[in-house]
């Protein structure tokens, strides 16, 4: 027998109006993004779930940090060699979710995973610290292990190694830009009327992107 939770909460903070929307997704998006971290609503405002599809249609999805954006999309880090480096080779059509709730609001990015450069990989991760780099070379990412111990016992081993010898960025380690062909903006709304605007790419009109007001 199913247990239903009876939880149930009004979203009537504000509202999405067509008056505040940008030209591009981008800018509406800095704006939402700069207002979550204005009142420090979540610990981790960058943070979204990455939505990939296996060889056998099966969706997964994971929490990742986004490291940085801009016109061309959004950019995140991990082991290319991992469960989710290996379903966007086989099929880069990924989903993003922003799952802002504090504010009562959601942004989900549909769009095309690309692997960014080399220079841009290196200049990411010589930036961590050292702590970090080594936890990427001594994880094999989504790979099984024994146990912690076996772990972290070839974490220490390895940054005891690198802390007296030159370090260098795995090959297997970079970033994907995630290039959007939609965005959709999600805010809260009394009785469940939500507020819903989807911004699609348009590569040949001008402006590049239409906007519609999506039913709840």
């Known amino acids: 027998m199913s247990i239903f939770y009876s939880v149930r909460r009004e979203y009537d903070l504000t509202h999405l109006k067509e008056s505040v929307l940008t ?24 943070a979204m779930i990455v939505s990939t599809v296996d ?20 950019v ?8 989710k480096g290996q379903h966007i080779q086989q099929n880069n059509q990924v989903s993003l979710i922003f799952p802002w709730l ?3 609001r959601q ?36 790979q ?13 081993d390895l940054l005891a190694f690198y802390e007296q010898n030159p370090l260098k960025r795995p090959a297997h380690w970079g970033g994907y830009c995630v290039k959007p062909v ?18 699609e790419f348009e590569a040949n009109n001008e402006p590049n992107w239409s906007i519609k007001r999506l039913q709840p």
Do not use: C
């Open 76 to 83: 995140f880090f991990t082991n290319q060699q991992s469960r």
């Open 182 to 199: 939609a965005i959709e903006f999600w805010q809260g709304g009394e009785n469940r009327l939500h507020d819903r605007f989807s911004y």
């Open 144 to 156: 099984p292990v024994a146990s912690r111990e076996v772990l972290e016992k070839n974490y220490q």
């Open 55 to 74: 060889g056998k249609g099966m969706p997964y999805q994971r929490t990742v940090l986004m490291k940085s954006y801009d016109d061309n999309g959004f």
């Open 23 to 46: 030209d591009t997704p981008f800018l509406l998006f800095q704006r939402w993004l700069d207002e979550l971290v204005a009142v420090k609503a979540v610990a981790d405002p960058t």
């Open 107 to 142: 942004v989900i990015v549909t769009g095309i995973a690309e692997p960014i450069s080399a220079e841009e990989n290196d200049r990411y991760f010589y930036s961590r610290p050292l702590t970090s780099q080594v936890a990427a070379i001594a994880s094999a990412q989504s």
């Open 102 to 104: 504090a504010m009562e």
